[in-house]
């Protein structure tokens, strides 16, 4: 499984990441959760806002911070 956080470093950025990597652990899984700052490969998945999620190369939010809760069903939509 491949988990992205896009978003260049803002706070809410960072709470998606650790949120995310909660997620994760909570659930059990081996999945890296993987930091995007670069703006161009943001560019590149079509979002207007950060930050987004990005599971299994599909956008599953964007431009707000979805709770562990919200974060843990799109991990388990995509395993």
Do not use: W
């Not at 706070?11 to 081996?30: D, M, P, T, W």
């Not at 700052?37 to 431009?63: L, Q, S």
Request: charged share 30%; aromatic share 6%.
């Amino acid at each position: 499984m491949n988990i992205k956080i896009l978003g260049t470093g803002c706070s809410n950025c960072q709470k998606l990441h650790k949120f995310a990597e909660e997620a994760v652990k909570e659930i059990g899984i081996q999945a890296p959760v993987e930091k995007v700052e670069d703006i161009k490969k943001i560019m590149g998945y079509g979002i207007m806002r950060t930050p987004a999620i990005v599971i299994n190369e599909k956008v599953k939010a964007y431009g707000r911070v979805p709770g562990k809760d919200e974060i843990k069903k799109f991990i388990q939509e995509e395993a």
